[in-house]
């Protein structure tokens, strides 16, 4: 149609226009949809929310495993610390992501659901009872313009009618006034019948202006009553797209780690402890554990005592012996210097010559794959032992356990009387072989 209403809603040329019969459903049709989109808003969120926990899930495994490989590895002191840091920084990011999928699921999927049904409200028949009654305000404001316009419709076919059927009678009384074989009297009742068309035309034709008068009347309170309705639905709508900004703001703010002071603290943390790392006193430390600095029983005359097997050989201290480190520069337990891909290629001698060289390190003896701390403490072989007595270790390379307790003895007894073994937890140092019993 070509009346104002079309120009008032601004109606492109290759769709149907909001005025038209029945085009009134695609507004009704959005409060389905609406309700539809709380659903994909949540299942949206639902679906990140499992992200952020299998992202947290695989920190925390991560982080696990190789802070289990650094602690049993052969780096020391606080260069090892900082290494740990990055495992601690992996462990409190991942406890926020967790964060991020409980306020996802608990704040703002409940935060929707609850809105969508203060919002939409089935029936019981089905549907909405907001679409109910947008479709019912809807086909009242349009009634009684679609009623003139029906009649509108019919009185212009019966004016095209009538003109068609003018043409044609016109059209017969040319062809006769050229036909010999036409009569006068035929003649006479062609052009009566173009005289009785021309006033059906004529009737027809006041009948359809009157009818889209009549119609044109109406247009103005249709569209008024129409537009009414809609404004009701927009109303809805300026709601759910409101609460749909808001929400969305909500979700913006719980994935944003970086406006969580506790996103930044991680990291200031972590830069700290790298920063800590001294590498003067690693040095010192592992030269008073595993180099000149530490202790050394050197060989001097003894007695023969009779009842030394009997009783637990005890290790002195020579005078001028470098004190024990303090604890800020101490490894966790464990003699880890033993862990490494040297002690997997080159056995430990204690009667070590210059003819013997240590195998050279090789960065790829696994081939380029895999770390070179993984499989070190399970690669040496040994013989389980179980303890006969309590042996309290008096220095930081001897073992300490209790009477029953199992470990590994890794390396035979030497003339002092010591064994080097491992206890379950992975540490390794030196017990008093008469301590223990082959399992």
């Known amino acids: 149609m070509s009346g104002s209403y079309d120009e008032c809603a601004g109606a492109d040329d290759t769709m149907d226009s909001f005025w038209e019969v029945g085009n009134y459903k695609r507004a009704v049709k959005r409060f389905d949809d609406g309700h539809r989109l709380c659903n994909d808003l949540m299942g949206c969120l639902q679906e990140r929310a499992k992200i952020e926990k299998a992202y947290g899930d695989q920190l925390t495994a991560w982080s696990k495993r190789w802070r289990q490989l650094i602690e049993k590895g052969p780096q020391y002191g606080s260069v090892e610390r900082a290494w740990l840091a990055v495992m601690t920084e992996a462990e409190k990011v991942s406890e926020l992501h967790q964060d991020v999928k409980n306020n996802l699921l608990n704040e703002d999927v409940e935060k929707v659901k609850n809105w969508q049904k203060e919002a939409y409200h089935k029936q019981m028949i089905g549907g909405f009872k907001e679409a109910k009654e947008a479709e019912e305000g809807f086909k009242k404001a349009q009634k009684p313009w679609a009623k003139k316009l029906k009649e509108m419709e019919t009185a212009k076919k019966a004016y095209h009618m009538a003109c068609k059927e003018e043409k044609l009678a016109a059209t017969r009384e040319a062809n006769g006034k050229t036909e010999a074989s036409v009569t006068v009297d035929q003649q006479k009742k062609l052009h009566e019948k173009v005289d009785k068309c021309k006033q059906d035309v004529q009737k027809a034709k006041e009948k359809y202006e009157k009818s889209l008068e009549e119609l ?3 247009t103005q309170p249709y569209m008024e009553s129409m537009e009414l309705v809609f404004d009701q639905c927009q109303q809805h709508e300026v709601k759910r797209l409101t609460f749909l900004k808001e929400a969305l703001l909500d979700i913006k703010r719980h994935l944003n780690l970086t406006e969580n002071q506790s996103y930044a603290t991680i990291y200031r943390e972590l830069e700290r402890t790298i920063l800590a790392a001294n590498t003067q006193e690693d040095l010192k430390w592992f030269s008073n554990n595993h180099g000149p600095g530490m202790h050394m029983n050197w060989p001097a005359f003894e007695e023969y005592n009779p009842d030394q097997a009997a009783a637990p050989p005890k290790k002195k201290k020579p005078d001028g012996a470098p004190p024990t480190p303090s604890t800020d520069h101490v490894a966790p337990p464990g003699d880890r210097s033993s862990v490494s891909s040297y002690d997997k290629n080159q056995a430990y001698s204690t009667e070590w010559s210059d003819d013997e060289q240590p195998a050279a390190y090789s960065g790829n003896e696994n081939g380029g794959n895999g770390n070179s701390f993984e499989d070190d403490s399970s690669s040496g072989k040994g013989l389980r032992v179980r303890a006969l007595y309590d042996y309290e270790g008096q220095e930081q390379d001897e073992l300490t356990f209790k009477a029953g307790d199992e470990l590994t003895k890794t390396e035979d007894e030497d003339e002092q009387g010591w064994c080097r073994g491992r206890l379950d937890n992975g540490r390794e140092g030196l017990y008093p072989a008469n301590y223990v019993e082959p399992i």
């Open 216 to 218: 044109n009347k109406c």
